[in-house]
């Protein structure tokens, strides 16, 4: 392996959605610079954010049905059982609730939950509340995808939060996904709440750091953890 290979394999790519973003902060930053030099060193700095910011690293995604893996990157704000969003279709009954919560910093490239097929998408708009709070859930804009898997449906919910004001999915009603497979992506600071069936087991508490694609979050029954994984 060269130098050069080395230094490639150490880049972590950045996700197409975010290059209108980065190139709308350099021409800022060279504007800014022309204004005064101090200003350039600040635009400089926020351009350099805004490319991590959008950065789509690949990660090693254990393979198994039986377990549900971290959608996004994050702190795991809440586990609990609540009622999912009405437009989803799950039904009026409790189901586990398990809340990712991004900050700015983190990545922000959404990951299927567990494998399946898309039975429904269901965008709704509203506030843009900071996403840590438990209201959050049911008045900020989101966007919720149904899977139908191994295990029954899940729901797995894409939450505006504060900074955040635009909601992207790749995925349509019909497709197939893989666990891991990136299904979405939310601009600026938000949350992840996946709402699982019965006898789903939490293998994750709160304040936990979770990592998208990789992360275990719950397993189904008396599950052992895999050690076989797929790196997407």
């Not at 894409?158 to 019909?174: K, T, Y």
Request: proline share 6%; with cysteine; charged share 20%.
């Amino acid at each position: 392996m060269t130098v050069f290979d080395s230094i490639r394999k150490a880049i972590v790519p950045i996700h197409k959605e975010g290059y209108p973003f980065i190139a709308i902060f350099l021409v800022a930053t060279l504007i800014l610079g022309w204004i005064a030099d101090p200003l350039f060193w600040i635009g400089l700095f926020a351009t350099l954010w805004c490319a991590y910011f959008f950065r789509d690293p690949e990660r090693v995604v254990p393979q198994d049905d039986d377990i549900v893996i971290s959608p996004a990157d994050g702190r795991v704000s809440s586990i609990s059982e609540e009622i999912p969003p009405q437009e989803m279709g799950l039904g009026d009954e409790p189901m586990l609730r398990i809340c990712v919560f991004m900050n700015v910093f983190n990545c922000h490239v959404n990951r299927a939950p567990m494998a399946g097929t898309v039975r429904g998408i269901h965008y709704r708009p509203g506030k843009f509340l900071n996403a840590e709070l438990d209201k959050a859930s049911e008045d900020n804009e989101r966007n919720g995808v149904v899977l139908d898997t191994a295990h029954g449906a899940i729901g797995v919910v894409q939450i505006a939060g504060l900074v955040a004001r635009r909601i992207v999915c790749f995925v349509e009603n019909g497709d197939v996904v893989d666990a891991g497979e990136r299904f979405g992506l939310i601009r600026f600071g938000s949350r992840l709440d996946v709402y699982l069936p019965a006898g789903t087991t939490p293998r994750v508490a709160v304040g936990q750091t979770a990592t998208a694609g990789e992360t275990v979050l719950a397993v189904f029954g008396d599950f052992e953890l895999p050690v076989v994984g797929r790196r997407i």
